[in-house]
């Protein structure tokens, strides 16, 4: 449950600062002269100094604030909230609202909300951690009425979001090579969809697959091989177990790892490959498509540096290629298999 | 930056600029032209913009005007105002206000005309003193209102790229009306409650309520017509309370006693004494018991007379030292600014304030000046024998039956006296009084000129009496061995002023009298005592409040210490002596001087501690928008960032700085050690070293070389 909107103070603009040295000219030349006149003037000017501080204040609060997180989160990339504001008031409508979804983000304005109406929209976010985080609190501002004062309250949101590491570039991967993993060919008969060989069909192959171009071409039946797809297998290995990272700079590296491995997986699983994830801690299984790719980014979202050990990862497949993370001691550098070594170390990529 | 939503800025400001001025004429600072010329300006300029047609001064004719109207404003200061400042100076912003109007071009140039709206605005307001300006006050309070909520929407729109002024649509008619009502409830009370240090001012002519009463009795020397002159003049003069409210009897008011006559003018009798009256401000007149008591409200007069009904024993007044003059008359030792509260115990039978003529001042009471020998066989013929009262009495009848009541008046020549009695047998009250204390003094009878006040406007709707200008009157005071000073009045009935009820329409003059005097009484001359008053009643009712409470005692009624028509003239109660400075005010002022310096230490904490991601943020998208970027408010931080470091490259490194920290604590919801809060603070003040022109890439390089 959402607890109490917190006020952020009350901003005064450089219109109501004006308003305000007006006021005190108004102050000096009614006392100074005894004129009732001025000072009437100066009693409804610090009236609507007050009513306007109230209004703005009233105009902020009893409202009801929702936001609604997108499907996917990706650290430091912009995603588009959804926000609702209601307005709970009774009497008074709300004019002219900023909405903000976490401090100091894309605003949004809400023109007018009538009594008991309500209104949604949408805010770009940009959340540069990954993790579980709790969306930005609904931030809601005015400068109605008069443009005097800015007041701000902050609506606290339960929504829960889970950021996955921040995704670089497939093609920078790719450049390191890191996209040759499993892609290495087996060779291999097997039920693939990748055309292997074709041959003579034997007695129990599947009919289905018989290649009847060839086989009117050539006079017999000709069966079309399939390789198998263990050899489209991407194990990533990301060894967590690097102790507790009190140089900022390692722990840097390790949140680029990190986005590595997930920018590899990802990239492995749109292209059709199974990916693997091991960690020290958590693993998992070899799996394609959405809801694999929700698995290990999840896991890539919550992994954490564990102890150090001295145990080498290995993959459930030890024919599936690999993608070794880890961070090295400097000057070292992680192997993969099969295809180059190459230095996936934070900071190379 | 050009003017988004220009035409509803325009018809705004022009709506505004136009009521601004109104009142200004009608307080006589400024003539109709002037005002007539402006409002014809601003208004083409209103109808113009109506239409949807672009008026705008180049900003070289703006200036070239200028130019011109200096060599008038001074034509207008030497010749036409004969070197009074107030109205050139506002002629000169009328002027200027106009100029600027019709060159609105800029956000700017908004503003500098709402700022010259404000201060034509400020002089009608403090040269008003009718109240209908308050009507005007919250007209223009609420269109101001209304202009500052458009502007802020507006600007907030322009923000956001939205400049479709059907998109700029915003229902606030409801919201004006309850802003407006709930911003004039609580200026009742600030007005009421904010300090006063001078005493009230009032600027301009009185509109109607005649701030400045020119009333007979009230110099130190009259001309023979000067009542009559009054007569037709409605204006109030005071008004009275009587306890109990049923009053009986004739109402006369002695203001000043005359006592010297030279040829066609009464001098004003000697003062004799000056009253102390104490902290208590109570002056015993004479002695008695008080069978009536009278509040009297009596608005700003020269001289400083308090008129007095003649059985006068007992004054209250917020005054220390009053002059009695030697014919019973008291006045305050200065002229008086605004309205003279005082309360006045009497007694049932008419008590003289003044000694025997044969004391001070009783040579002049038999002076025969203006007593010329036909004057006197005449008042030998009339007065015929018998005892001084019976004489007395037959020449007051001989003049109220002989002559004629007028105040169409032809006389004049060297002896108007002469020319009443003798020739056109007609007069007003002035003339029959001055005749028949010269013609007394003729035969030996002491004899002076009053002037006050006769009769009054009973108003039931207040309870009180309305004493006008046309109230003023003359009557003798002659001095009899048996009866001392005595009042006569030889003017005929018919020509005294007339007391009674008013009906019908009357009734709205009425009410209409009834808001004068609040206005007058609680607006136009409320001052530091009224503060103070206040506070005592509140006081009182704190005390009763928190008295019940406790106890449960009965709350004494707030006055009921005062002395009532059925107690006692009590003698002036014992009073504290007079500190230097009212608790009161020493309180406020701590008070003030406490909070001043909360402020401020305030003030230099903040200023003093490191800053917060968010507030070093602020400050980027300040600087960077006085540098001149484009940052709108719905720019987010990684595009300032971008559009930052396309226009100063040499403050893009510590605007991402900057931005980076911003988002860690905004976005990650981190907390940020001083050290690198502090290095925000830095980095925003290297961008404002690096957006400065002259400096910025190219420096960076030659410090890099």
Known sequence: ?349 | MTLAFAREKRLLLAALAVMAPLPLPLNEVVGWPAVAAFCLGAGAFLAATWRGREVGLAPWMMNVLGLAYLPLFWLDLRYLSGLQLVGPVVRLALFALLIKLLALRRERDKWQVLIGIFFVFLAAMATSVHPSVVLYLVAFVVLAMLALARFAYLHVLAGFGRLDPEQARLPLASFLAGAALVAALVAVPLFALLPRVTNPYIFGRGGGTGTVIQSTGFTDEVSLGSIGRIRDNREVAFRVRFDPADRSGELRFKAATFDRYEGRTWRRSPRSSTLDGGYGRTFQLAHGRAQGWAQFFLRPVTGGSLPLPPGALVLEVRERRLDLGTGGALSMTGPARDVVEYRLGFGAAPASLAAAPQQAGGQAALDRGGATPRIADLATRVMGEGTALDRVRRLESHLATGYRYSLDLQAGGDSPLESFLFETRTGHCEYFASAMVVMLRSQGIPARLAAGFYGAEWNPLTGYHVVRQSNAHAWVEAYLPETGWTIFDPTPAAGRPESGEASGFAVLGQAWDFLIFRWDRYVLTYGFADQVGLFFRFRELWLGLRSLLRRGDPVPAPGAASPTAAEPTAPAPAVPPEPGLPLEVLVALSLTIAAAGTVALALVRRARAPWSATRAYRALRRTLAHAGLAVPDHLAPMALHRRAAQRFPAAADPAGRVVGLYLRESYGGEELPPEERQAGKEAVREVARGVRPGRGAGEKEKKAG
Not at chain 1, 73 to 84: C, D, I, W
Request: aromatic share 8%.
């Open chain 1, 1 to 349: 449950m959402a607890s109490r909107p917190t006020p952020e103070g009350i901003r005064i603009t450089k219109v109501g600062l004006w308003y305000v040295l007006f006021a005190l000219v108004v102050a000096i030349a009614a006392s100074n002269t005894g004129n009732n006149a001025l000072y009437m003037v100066l009693a409804m000017m610090l009236a609507i100094l007050a009513v306007s501080g109230f209004v703005s204040r009233a105009n902020v609060r009893s409202l009801a604030a929702g936001v609604e997180a997108p499907g996917e989160l990706f650290a430091g990339r912009p995603a588009r909230v959804r926000f609702t504001l209601a307005n709970r008031a009774l009497l008074l409508p709300r004019w002219a609202l900023l909405v903000t979804v976490g401090k100091g983000g894309e605003q949004r304005l809400v023109g007018y909300l009538g009594r008991k109406g309500s209104a949604a929209g949408e805010v770009e976010v940009i959340l540069p951690r990954r993790g579980r985080h709790r969306l930005g609190d609904v931030h809601v501002a005015s400068l109605f009425p008069f443009g005097l004062f800015r007041k701000g309250i902050r609506y606290p949101t339960v929504e829960e979001v889970l950021v996955f590491p921040e995704l670089f570039p497939a093609a920078a991967i790719r450049d390191d090579g890191v996209s040759d993993f499993g892609e290495q060919a087996a060779r291999r008969p097997g039920w693939g969809h990748d055309l292997h060989a074709l041959r003579t069909f034997r007695q129990g192959d599947d009919p289905r697959r018989i290649h009847w171009k060839q086989t009117a071409r050539v006079g017999r039946l000709v069966y079309m091989e399939r390789e198998t797809e263990e050899n489209r297998r991407l194990a990533v290995l990301f060894d967590n177990g690097v102790g507790e990272l009190t140089d900022p700079e390692e722990a840097a590296r390790f949140e680029r790892l990190v986005s590595e491995g997930a920018t590899a997986a990802v990239d492995s699983l749109d292209r059709g490959f199974e990916v693997e994830l091991v960690t020290r801690g958590r693993s998992v299984p070899f799996g394609v498509g959405r809801r694999q790719r929700w698995a290990v980014l999840e896991a890539l979202a919550l992994v954490e540096p564990e102890a150090r050990s001295a145990t080498p990862l290995a993959s459930s497949d030890p024919r599936a290629g690999e993608l070794r993370l880890a961070l090295p001691a400097r000057g070292e550098r992680v192997a993969n298999r099969p295809g180059p070594r190459l230095a996936t170390a934070g900071g190379t990529g």
